[in-house]
């Protein structure tokens, strides 16, 4: 490792410790979005298998300080005195525990009809572009664990926490049917998104994030990712779009008991997915800082808006390069498609916008104000999932039935706080309208004069 490359790893975790000690905790947006970089470009930087551009790496150093920097001028320096605290008996919404199992219910059977329209599609593009009503089903993949990380929060029995769980169930069984190893991922940002934001509105920001309790917890979620992944990666390589469920679990037993040999092979294999996106980044901007392309002004953030609107149809994607010796990725961070959207040096000014806007919304939230929640989701899944919140109309749908739900959610609690307000005691009349006593030697009301 080289001092070029590591100065820049050790400038932004010394800043997220930084970031975290100034805003008071790890989930304040600056803070977080700082220990996510912090995570992805530290396990690149120790692992040395990449070569890296030490610009690329300051380049994201400088975009994880603007994006605290609009924080810091979106929530303010001095916290507002009209916080109200929201404990979770206040906040419980009967109505979530028929809208997880539905939406779960309703994702779960997307699964089977696509399956079912796969084995008779008759060519790629109908695999690829299925009917818009498949579309629409899959959006309550999406919201089912959103709500789940939600109710999760407010819960504190064993049970209902599994009820909460379970909402994660959809995503994991398309995962196994579909192979798609990017939906493990999703569908657990999706959830702490929902979970994370209703425990800062609990206890005001102030969420504790490094304990024993859950650095075990996402040990053993590392290691059940990892096993799943590697399931699904040797079923992608018999995977034929139209295979019997019977055959799918067959491929699957087969995986189970595969040699170690091959087991490192599949590692090789599918290793960059997850750790080479900070290389990706690198190998892209030193060769598009000297060829920059056109900004497609958005294209990258709502490609899925733009295919639905027949403004542009979706095509390959962002560029592709080659991380390692006959390995090619177009995973680029974050940062590789905002600078794909608005240009390299745009990009920038994006991320601290947004940091500007995001920070005005966990302010609200921190002060009591639900309404915030969609907000904070959309952020929480964009820097957990890697910077893909827009792309895909049904996750857009799913952000928008998120935001109905907790406004109807805000409408019920403050309909349930005007009856509580009528039924106190009757209010003190102001003393500017109460009746004064008389002057001294002048008759009261009704009295006679002497």
Known sequence: MSFDVAAPAVALIVFTFFARLQQGSWFAPGAFNALYFSFIVGMTVLLGDYKLWPWALWWMFFGVVLFYLGNLAGEGYAASDEKKTRPPEELRHRWLHVAIPTSAALGISQIFLLHSYLMVAPTFDDIYLPPKQYTVLFTFMHLAPILG????????????????????????????????????????????AGYFSLRVLFERGKVRL???????????????????????????????????????????????????????????????????????????????????????????????????????????????????????????????????????????????????????VYRRLKEGSILGIPIMVIFYNDVLAGGYAFNYNSMNLAYFLTAVYVILWNWSLQSQGRPAEASEGPRQVPALLQPRAPLPGLPRHGQAPR
Not at 161 to 181: D, E, K, Q, W, Y
Not at 218 to 247: Q, W
Not at 256 to 285: C, M, N, P
């Open 149 to 192: 990380g939600m109710y999760f929060a407010l819960e504190s029995s064993r049970f209902r926490r599994s009820m909460a769980l379970l909402s994660v169930a959809p995503h994991f069984l398309s995962a196994i049917v579909f192979s798609g190893r990017s939906g493990i991922v999703n569908v657990l940002a999706l959830f702490f």
């Open 210 to 360: 490094f304990t024993w309790r859950l650095i075990l917890l996402a040990a053993v979620m590392g290691l059940v990712i990892y096993r799943l992944a590697f399931f699904i990666t040797m079923f992608r390589l018999e995977n034929t779009y139209s295979m019997p469920f019977a055959d799918i679990f067959d491929v699957y037993q087969r995986a189970f008991y595969a040699s170690a040999e091959k087991q490192e092979d599949i590692w090789e294999g599918f290793r960059h997915a997850y750790t080479g996106g900070v290389a990706a980044f690198s190998v892209w901007l030193e060769w598009r800082w000297y060829q920059p392309g056109e900004a497609s002004w958005g294209y990258e953030l709502i490609s899925g808006t733009y295919e639905l609107l027949g403004w542009r149809t979706r095509g390959a994607g962002l560029d592709l390069v080659e991380v390692e010796p006959g390995v090619y990725s177009n995973v680029l961070t974050r940062y590789g498609q905002l600078a794909h959207a608005f240009g390299i040096y745009g990009s920038q000014v994006w991320i601290f916008v947004v940091g500007l806007a995001v920070g005005w």
